[in-house]
């Protein structure tokens, strides 16, 4: 009942949480303390007020980042409509400057959290302006730093990022107020550019930050994923890939890391040209809101592999249908792989205009690797000459997309693997993938959207090719063949 001492209680704890975690989402008053932010992430969001104050937005404020930040992420994108109309609150405010930014700031953490990158970084634009100290001017910068990141705009994050990094060292903040946003930026614009050596430091560079948060810890090792698949070393990533996405750290990560790890794990496959088991893989998930993750253009990549250019057009017509809305990070790759389908159908004016649409794109935010990772490298340079030779305009891009290609692509004569999953369908090969994870059958039943008794005879089926008696033997032999 409210008005009993429990319900005072607990109003007060909450109070206590919404205002200690407020003051140090941005630098300067410590870190928020790990029991607020797992408090907050599970109170219930208020409903818009009649009037916003600075009271409301430091609610909702310290509410909206601690989702961000304990992956409480199950309303989507609808929790910010609940209060904005885009950037724009929909109730009249008598906020202050900084209560207006901590809102803002907020609101961008969340979008990024959730992988709606354009809205992160329009967030964080909107709490820029209304920064009106070092510390709430470093926080927008983190969020417009992580918003372009994801978006594949990696020279406007690069310019925010150091832009924050510049505050931080002339304030002189602890090095553990450091901003885990700022971080992932890095991890995403150094994976994008392919520099190794850049994402190898990341992991002890967020050790040295926050060596106790798990994670932190967990996104530390997914970058380490990365650079593993970056020097070849492909069997270390798919064990390192594996025991992060099934094993006990799982409970403690962000949903956009774990996707990204998922994409990581694929390509890890595809690189050693299994390309049906990197379908398999990704079969159970969907795309996300925004496609700051987009599992169809990771998809596209082992079906043009496989010679399956019908199947990756229809996999990929949503992701054109949704242009406008779709991450340029993740649409870019839609685009180049979309061309070389067409161009392969005998499509060519298609196709043509496909890649004329890519290049346009990275000629605004400019060139990067992973677009072009494991792309035929002959045809793809054919079909990009022949778009310039009609765009004298993008002649410029010619340079440094041939040394990509070289560095990212693949042969064209590239031959497939000399091992498989013994007769599984893929459906079958999903399913092979979630045995290696902790969920029981009902639970792999239930996130696949199929009956126990569907999932049930799946699994005898994989027993029986694989010629194994039950779930352990199972994982064993699929490793073996694996390895």
């Known amino acids: 009942m409210s008005g009993t001492p429990s319900s005072i209680d607990v109003r007060a704890t909450l109070h206590a949480a919404v205002v200690t975690t407020a003051i140090r989402l941005a630098p300067g008053h410590g870190i928020p303390i790990t029991r607020h932010l797992a408090l907050l992430a599970e109170a219930e969001t208020p409903a818009p007020p009649a009037m916003w104050t600075d009271a409301s937005a430091q ?26 109309d885009e950037v724009r609150l929909k109730r009249p405010a008598a906020l202050s400057s900084r209560g ?104 002890s560079a967020m050790a040295l930050t926050q060596r106790d948060d798990p994670y932190w810890t967990y996104t530390a090792r997914a970058a380490g994923v990365m650079v593993k698949l970056l020097r070849h070393k492909f069997a270390d990533g798919r064990a390192e890939a594996r025991e992060l996405l099934h094993g006990g750290l799982r409970s403690a990560s962000h949903r956009m890391v774990r996707h990204f790890l998922l994409c990581i794990l694929s390509d890890l496959y595809v690189a050693q ?144 693997p000399a091992y498989a999953t013994p007769c599984l369908t893929p459906t079958e090969r999903a399913l092979a993938f979630l045995l290696e994870s902790p969920l029981s059958l009902a639970e792999i039943a239930r996130e696949r959207g199929v009956s126990l008794n569907t999932v049930k005879s799946q699994v005898r089926s994989i027993y029986l090719k694989l010629g194994v008696s039950g779930r352990t033997e199972a994982i064993e032999q699929l490793n073996s063949v694996d390895a």
């Open 59 to 84: 609610t909702v404020g310290a509410l909206l980042a601690a989702r961000a930040r304990r992956d409480a992420l199950v309303d989507g994108v609808g929790v910010v409509r609940l209060y904005f």
């Open 100 to 203: 207006r930014a901590l809102l803002l700031a907020s609101a961008g953490e969340y979008c990024a959290a959730i992988g709606s990158a354009q809205h992160a970084a329009r967030f964080g634009a909107e709490a820029l302006l209304f920064a009106d100290t070092p510390a709430l001017r470093y926080r927008a910068l983190t969020v417009i730093a992580l918003g372009h990141a994801i978006n594949g705009e990696y020279t406007a994050a690069e310019e925010a990022s150091s832009g924050a990094q510049e505050i931080f060292a002339a304030e002189g903040w602890p090095v553990e107020e450091a901003a885990y946003l700022l971080f992932l930026a890095d991890i995403l614009t150094s994976s994008a550019r392919c520099d190794v050596e850049r994402l190898a430091a990341v992991p």
């Open 273 to 416: 040209g299994d390309d049906a088991q990197a379908l398999a893989v990704l079969a159970p998930y969907d795309n996300p809101e925004g496609h700051g993750i987009c599992f169809s253009m990771q998809r596209a990549t082992a079906l043009l592999r496989l010679g399956r250019e019908r199947e990756l057009l229809l996999e990929t017509d949503a992701c054109v249908a949704s242009e406008t809305e779709h991450c340029l990070r993740t649409f870019t790759p839609v685009l180049l792989r979309r061309a070389l389908a067409q161009q392969r159908l005998g499509n060519s004016r298609r196709a043509h205009q496909s890649m004329e649409s890519a290049l346009l794109i990275m000629q605004r935010t400019g060139t990067w690797a992973t677009p072009f990772l494991m792309l035929p490298h002959d045809e793809t340079r054919q079909l990009m000459e022949g778009v310039v030779a009609h765009n004298p305009e993008l002649r410029h891009l010619m340079a440094s997309l041939e040394g990509v290609l070289a560095r990212v692509a693949a042969p064209d004569n590239e031959s497939a």
